[in-house]
């Protein structure tokens, strides 16, 4: 008869299809029973984190639940770091672990449910009659509130005989959120008309908006109102007209598109929980702008909203489109905008006059009267900085030229992730992921690699990475490159040192010998562990990764850049953060 943990598997199995992690004593009796019973594919990583990190880099980058796996003890608090990070991104994934016995703690066990619950993921603990059904309940949890659960097998039930494993509902997730009483409708009919009536409307989506599937009709309502649009760091892409596109607000925004946004008079945020970085330190939007809030979080999350929605961004979409096609159909309104009438400015219509005659001139969208593309513009930086290393703004736009258009970009945290943000652009959210920003982590590039590799098959991961953080997961490395291969690319932005801290804290006199970082040669790395790894000093080092991106990815190997970058230049989002904090 199938085991407890056998329960636990087969029972995953019909809603996941990647696990990731660590064997040990306490998940060993799960792994044979996925192994051996199930179709899963399961990736060893060399850390427990690394179980985590795969497993949210592997939703985020294909919507579709994964799970991590770790034994009791000092391998489940080895994933707490993670955990944290998938809690704060709202990030679902099932983490299964050992746990103490029934009977209760050895010297070496700890209290899991309670870190667990430090961190902010709830705790299910299988029994023997139980294991297929708390299963199902763990991963509708993770699915309804988009949360990590935590899924603990006591040690001393996990081989237990737990008999036919018994049929289990399917998990049940609610439906999308719709606008709903009086007071959304309200608000909403207020939004229609002060987008109806903008002359410089924009339109701001974040990664609630493409979880949402908003995307088609964001890109309507756009287009409807003449608005300007623009992205969270999280929603890159969502929009499908790139003609009209400021790119990404807060610092990593293109200076010109961020004084354009200044100039809107109306905007509408969907999806997006408008942090102090995308906001700018409060500085995105100018006093006079009327910033409304559709989100499905409880309240507001910005002092600067003047109107706010409870609603899912689709639907909420959705409506506005319905009401200025509404109002567009009102034959007593005469619209102004010759290209595209429902946009025009409306004037009511007085008995017996001809509306030719009293419409006003035609004029273009505001839209149509900037240039984004020079909006957009970054600085092109030099190609080595006054210290004779490369500049990364240089290197980053060369990369950009050189990489294969299909690509999921994983990035790091650390001071580098301006670069890629900038000068790197993806075709949609799911393919620019920042596993470790919302924990302020750092440490989590290479799993990263494993989780997004699995989940896109056909497409080259690219890593981005510092050199802190790349050494603080070495062990991954070789997870990386025997996970993604010939299609998975590394880019460690190699400045000898911690180079947010430096910045911060360097600049206000404090000692930096401990932000300092010996140079460490990662191509050298790499290759220890089957990758090829390349030191690039200058621009013209790089030539190698179009070479890499030229060959067939079946034969060729993992590709390392070890770029030897300047510490000297700062990127914009980082001289925001100075500024704010001195």
């Given at each position: ?29 799960f ?50 770091t ?8 709202h ?6 672990v ?26 299910y ?8 059904a ?82 088609e ?21 969502v ?135 020079a ?13 004779g ?137 790499g ?43 700062i ?12």
């Amino acid at each position: 008869m199938p085991s407890v943990s056998a329960h636990v598997a087969l029972t995953l199995a019909q809603h996941v299809d990647a696990v990731f992690g660590v064997m040990g004593n306490g998940n060993a009796y799960f792994l044979d029973a996925l192994e051996t019973q199930t179709d899963v594919i399961f990736t060893a990583v060399r850390h427990e984190q690394g179980a985590v990190v795969a497993a949210d880099a592997h939703f985020r980058a294909s919507g579709r639940i994964a799970a991590g796996t770790s034994t009791y003890g000092a391998g489940f608090t080895n994933t707490l770091t993670a955990l944290a990070e998938a809690v704060q991104a709202h990030v679902p994934l099932v983490l299964v672990v050992g746990d103490e016995p029934t009977s209760g703690p050895r010297p070496w066990d700890v209290d899991q449910i309670a870190l667990a619950s430090a961190v902010g993921a709830r705790t299910y603990t299988v029994g023997r009659a139980d294991a297929a059904a708390t299963t199902v309940i763990a991963i509708e949890h993770a699915l309804t509130y988009r949360v990590p659960v935590v899924l603990a097998i006591p040690y001393d039930v996990a081989s237990r005989d737990a008999g036919p494993l018994p049929a289990a509902p399917a998990p049940r997730v609610p439906a999308p959120l719709a606008p709903a009483g009086a007071f959304a409708d309200g608000m909403l009919e207020e939004i229609a008309t002060a987008l109806r009536d903008a002359e410089r409307p924009f339109l701001l989506a974040g990664r609630g908006a493409w979880l949402a599937g908003a995307g088609e009709v964001l890109g309507e309502l756009a287009a409807m109102t003449g608005a300007l649009t623009a992205s969270t760091a999280l929603g890159r892409g969502v929009f499908p007209d790139q003609r009209y596109d400021l790119g990404v607000t807060g610092g990593f925004g293109a200076e010109g598109a961020m004084e354009l946004i200044r100039e809107a008079d109306v905007a509408v945020v969907f999806g997006a929980s408008l942090n102090q970085f995308t906001m700018r330190f409060g500085a995105l939007f100018a006093p006079g702008t009327r910033v409304f809030q559709i989100d499905t979080a409880l309240a507001a999350t910005h002092a600067h909203v003047g109107g706010f929605v409870r609603a899912d961004a689709r639907l909420a979409a959705e409506s506005l489109v319905a009401r200025l096609n509404a109002a567009a159909a009102n034959p007593s309104v005469v619209h102004s905008f010759g290209a595209d009438p429902r946009r025009a400015a409306s004037v009511p219509v007085t008995s017996g006059a001809s509306p030719t005659a009293s419409a006003p001139v035609p004029a273009l969208p505001w839209r149509e009267t900037v240039d984004v593309a020079a909006a957009r513009a970054y600085e092109a930086g030099d190609a080595l900085a006054p210290d004779g290393r490369l500049d990364p703004r240089s290197a980053a736009r060369r990369i950009a030229e050189l990489l294969p258009e299909d690509r999921v970009v994983v990035s790091d945290g650390g001071h580098f992730i301006g670069w890629a943000n900038m000068y790197w652009p993806v075709a949609a959210p799911d393919r620019m992921m920042m596993i470790g920003t919302a924990f302020q982590s750092i440490g989590q590039g290479w799993p990263s690699v494993v989780g997004a590799a699995l989940a896109r098959r056909e497409s080259t991961v690219v890593l981005t990475s510092g050199d802190g953080g790349g050494l603080m997961a070495i062990a991954d490395l070789e997870s990386a490159v025997r996970a993604a291969r010939g299609r998975g690319l590394a880019v460690i932005w190699n400045d000898a040192a911690y180079g947010a801290e430096v910045n911060l804290y360097g600049l206000k006199g404090l000692a930096e010998g401990p932000m300092r970082i010996p140079e460490v040669d990662f191509a050298a790395f790499g290759a220890a562990v089957g990758a090829e790894g390349v030191v690039v000093r200058t621009l013209d080092d790089l030539d190698r990764l179009g070479e890499w991106a030229a060959e067939d990815a079946e034969t060729r190997r993992f590709l390392l850049l070890d770029l030897r970058i300047s510490g000297d230049v700062i990127a914009p989002y980082q001289q925001e953060i100075i500024r704010v904090n001195s």
